[in-house]
């Protein structure tokens, strides 16, 4: 913790969709935080928007290994040596037919997601190890375990997340916790993109979910903050699906209750 005692946290696409609500909820409950995002535009938006000085922004690419370093060594810096969480939020939606997909557009999905994440972990580890508390959440998703078509570079890259949450929740134990969120359907910009492009069709995704809906990102950011904070000070390693049901639901063959199924 830094000496102030305020816990601090650094958010990577923090400025938009789901990062943006992982800023809002850390500051709302008294934290300092830190987002870096690649698009210069919207973090000044939402430094701007969020009106704070507990909010730090930095334009960095996650797939720049020095220009995260800086970054990150920056943000280190601002909280006194120490970062006590790290949320990994930075990616993109690229959907590409497998078979006709460029090497570069294959790169790219890989190095965001999956290289991102590391290259912000390891830059992020000693002052995460200074904490105490050190804590990191990096983003899945129900690709991380599903196969879906057109979204082969992402179910490799969501599933390599989930992989390296594993390893490094092992070695870095026990200064550092490592978890991972896999969301469901979340009403973002990367998914009102998808729809308003026909790469995504919302009827049946609400239909194929339990809990009949799409999430707000306010609600992943509710699970992202529980593993970040020290009310999951025994849990690394995991990945907790936030998915309405979706990746449990056997029920596509339509059993019978034998009762009411409202
Ligand atoms: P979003 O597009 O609203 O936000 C992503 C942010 O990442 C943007 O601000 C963007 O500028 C930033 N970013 C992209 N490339 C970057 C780079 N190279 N370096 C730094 N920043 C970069 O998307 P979102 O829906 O909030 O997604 C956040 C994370 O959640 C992503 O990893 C996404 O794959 C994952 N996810 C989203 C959903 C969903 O339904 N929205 C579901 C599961 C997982």
Redesign the pocket.
Known sequence: MTPSGTPTMLV??G?????TSVVERWLNAGGRVAL????EE?VQKACARLGTDRVYGHV????NDAEVAAVVGAVATTFGGVIDAVVN?????QPIVAAEGADEDWTRMID??LN?TMRVCRAAHPYLKASGRGAIVN????AGTLGLPGRSNYCSAKAGVEGLTRGLAVEWAPHVRVNAVA????Q????DTLIADGKLDARPIVARTPLDRFCD?DEIAAVICFLASDLASFVTGQTLRADGGLTIDGNWYGVSSGGNDD
């Open positions: 990577t696409g400025a938009s969709g789901i990062g870096l995002d690649v698009n919207a960095a690419d996650v797939r939020c930075a990616g993109i939606a965001i997601h991102g983003i899945s998703s129900i969301p469901g359907y979340v973002t910009p990367m998914i990102p």
